[in-house]
């Protein structure tokens, strides 16, 4: 018999990897519902009416398909076999597909109840997705998305909220985070502002290269890519942006005057700064134009947050979307969401060591016994400090005592509690500190408050 | 456009149902962890190789099955359409399923770590898992498991710690309820001792039957099928069975006097009841014979708990197993464990009204402002607020009043706190108890000190 196996970019969770797992998750939802969200869950199947044509054609083809129930096989003819795509194929046999993001179903989920929903809608939900994707180091088939968004309202005072989010979960995880800041519109003026309203993304690009490269490489690339040399030299302000967020956004209001939706974005990207600093958020954020994430899909601010200490991507990001159910045939409903990367913040606290000690700390305390009749003394003593709130095992054979002690250390169990017949007959326990170890004989109050 | 949906057999989730069900798990997570048990995951998706023939020829067919990722049709002749069976065309374009229950998944997490692991192992797993059943009320095709189990040990004391569980677990829900207890060497007693080892589901059906159909009819039924006279006279004393567990294991021992399995059961279910007593568990146990749950897979102590006040199907059942990963080539792992079945326990708490009254409560406090430099103001207010601990709003737009009382009351906000021009210059806020509809004004020490 071969070793059992799992399929490949899945992953097991054992013990220790799900405590820290927990604690990132924890952290998270415990930020989240200070600020008021709700979890909600949703299918890991739907419908791939729901999801094909969502993320491209590409991402159709990462949706992993479920095959029909039943005879799945009279759905298809030899002459089908033959001439028809495997898309159509495939629509043929499968009806239902994993989810490949939260955003597609959350969007089908505020279509489908929003009669029932009150708006603003601020939500949170942490669960599993699956992509068919070629698996790599971090890149995964299945993982978790942690994702917080509100509908409903287009107040700005929801990307405040976000940010304060964003500050407060890496605040009590320990990670030093920089948040950069984009706004869509800015990029959309930049654009309008040198008649190349489709050259955005080349132009973030270039932005990107000037560090590595050079200024006079940027400008080179950029005629290449076709811009002409009049809206090179339009964009030379921006390109040599830097300075202070406040001295950056000054000189944007200059380049962008002419651009009513440039402006637009300067103005949203003030007020958010101006929500910051009157909420008085420490948190490092810098105004980044090389910041292009969800280009088709934000409308508004664009965030990523990167660890300070560690080299990795983002561990965070997000944006404004002004049509997010529109697909589902409800427009108008605009929101703004970010998401937590939770296998990259699990990688940036194992490289920093950053996980409390105590992390994998369940059981306080084991009995390890001698035989039969300390085993039932051993569990009237554990459930007493069970009803105390402790976290108690009781090793279930009278086993040899290194077989015992083994289990605790391997367990990284604090305490131990010895019962032999001398400790039975002092009605005491011989308490065993694992890390020092030290022992003392203890009555049950004694151990109570060392626990305590 | 047509209104987006789920497919059948499977459900979203809102708030407040996700509050109920995080109460539930929350509750008996933290039940588990008092005795030391850890949680894993495993992945949705498992091989086929290690699902398949694992929960019989029907299991087969309810397990979904994912479709290869790429050009899946070039495994499939126009041959093997005509020609191939179901079975064998689903094996040629699909190697993998999600996951059908966590037991199996989890004898395989057994057999791949087994290096890794520290035995006795006491693990939790509480994950979705997916069958293509026939979808009816109460059955769905995605629904959440809660399995806890202790492997790698024989001791009957991981029976008295599960049922101390089950006691724990039901206590803080408020539920009343009764374990049945039965063992699964004391069924193969009675058909050894009436010579009939293949009858044991016939017996257990018929015995089964004696309220509704009365002892007379019960034996007629039992020599249609097949059961000799003389076993079936020999099964009289057990139908009569009755009295407490004590006088019942008595008659048993009398009865399966010349059977070695059945008297090792009847000693096993002895040692359980005796621990029990000796923990001093409260809880109701009933030794019952007719249970007969897992009978291919249950080799000792068999459960099910059963709510008292409701009329409803079993909400936690288990057993002891001796050969978990037998199926994975690792002989020899005995093991005990039980499972909670959220579901009927969300539908148990709704119909006995047992939720706690602020189960959805999440937000404390909500900020309800006239304007722009209101909502500056009591963003400050709600920082202060958010740093002693509390879960608080502040509506993100001076919309009317109404609307933003709206949303307090739908969202179940207990305090809505009004900031107007006039609070402002006495750097205070308007608190309003949306219970009682009192209003005063506070400022932010007398705040706490309400909040909490």
Redesign the interface.
């Known amino acids: 018999?071969t070793?059992?196996?799992?399929?490949k970019g899945?992953?097991?969770?054992?013990?220790l990897q799900?405590?820290r797992r927990?604690y990132i998750f924890d952290t998270i939802k415990s930020v989240f519902?200070?600020?008021?969200?709700?979890?909600?869950?949703?299918?890991?199947?739907?419908?791939l009416s729901?999801l094909m044509g969502k993320y491209g054609e590409e991402g159709d083809?990462?949706l992993?398909?479920?095959?029909n129930?039943?005879?799945?096989?009279q759905a298809?003819?030899?002459e089908m076999?033959?001439e028809s795509t495997?898309g159509q194929?495939?629509s043929k046999?499968?009806?239902?597909g994993?989810r490949y993001d939260l955003t597609v179903p959350f969007a089908?989920?505020v279509?489908?109840?929003r009669n029932?929903i009150?708006f603003?809608f601020?939500?949170y939900q942490i669960q599993?997705v699956?992509r068919?994707d070629r698996p790599q180091k971090g890149r995964y088939?299945?993982f978790y998305q942690c994702d917080v968004d509100?509908v409903g309202?287009d107040?700005l005072?929801?990307e405040?909220?976000l940010i304060?989010i964003v500050e407060?979960v890496y605040r009590r995880l320990g990670i030093n985070v920089c948040l950069k800041l984009n706004n869509r519109k800015i990029l959309s003026g930049i654009a309008e502002v040198i008649g190349e309203a489709d050259k955005i993304v080349d132009i973030t690009v270039a932005i990107d290269k000037l560090d590595k490269i050079g200024l006079e490489k940027v400008n080179e690339e950029l005629l290449e890519k076709g811009l002409p040399q009049e809206a090179v030299d339009k964009l030379q302000p921006i390109l040599a942006l830097s300075g202070t967020n406040s001295e950056k956004l000054q000189t944007l209001r200059e380049v962008l005057a002419s651009s009513e939706v440039g402006l637009k974005g300067v103005e949203e990207t003030q007020t958010i700064l101006d929500?910051a600093q009157?909420?008085?958020v420490q948190l490092l954020i810098e105004l980044d134009l090389t910041l292009a994430r969800g280009l088709n899909y934000y409308t508004g601010a664009i965030f990523e947050v990167k660890a300070l200490d560690v080299q990795m991507g983002s561990i965070t990001g997000g944006g404004r979307y002004d049509n997010l159910t529109g697909i589902?045939?409800m427009p108008g409903v605009s929101g703004v969401g970010i998401s937590f990367g939770a296998d990259r913040i699990y990688d940036v606290l194992t490289e920093l060591n950053l996980y409390p000690a105590d992390v994998?700390v369940?059981?306080q305390l084991?009995f390890a016994t001698f035989g039969q009749a300390e085993?039932?003394y051993a569990?009237?003593w554990a459930?007493q400090l069970?009803a105390e709130?402790?976290?108690?095992?009781?090793y279930?054979?009278p086993q040899k005592m290194k077989k015992q002690m083994?289990?605790a250390d391997?367990?990284q169990?604090p305490y131990v509690a010895i019962v032999g017949s001398d400790e039975m007959a002092a009605g005491k326990v011989m308490l065993k500190n694992m890390q020092s170890g030290e022992q003392q004989l203890v009555s049950i109050d004694a151990l109570i408050s060392i626990l305590r």
Chains 1, 2 share one sequence.
């Not at 899945?10 to 013990?15: A, H, Q, S």
């Not at 519902?33 to 419908?47: F, H, K, S, V, W």
């Not at 992993?64 to 095959?67: D, E, N, P, Q, S």
């Not at 709130?389 to 009781?394: A, K, R």
């Open positions: 018999m070793k059992p196996s799992i399929p899945t992953r097991d969770f054992t013990p799900m405590a927990n519902r200070l600020y008021g969200y709700q979890q909600i869950e949703t299918p890991a199947m739907e419908n729901t083809k990462l992993f398909k479920i095959l129930s039943g005879d799945w096989k298809i003819t030899p076999l033959a495997i194929l495939t046999v499968s009806e239902k994993l089908r989920f279509t489908q109840y029932d009150q603003p601020k939500r599993p699956w068919a088939r299945e509100v309202t107040s005072l929801s405040l909220e304060q407060e929500y009157a909420a008085d589902f045939g994998l369940g059981t084991l085993l039932n569990v009237k459930k069970r709130g402790f976290s108690v095992e009781v279930p054979e083994t289990y391997q367990k169990i």
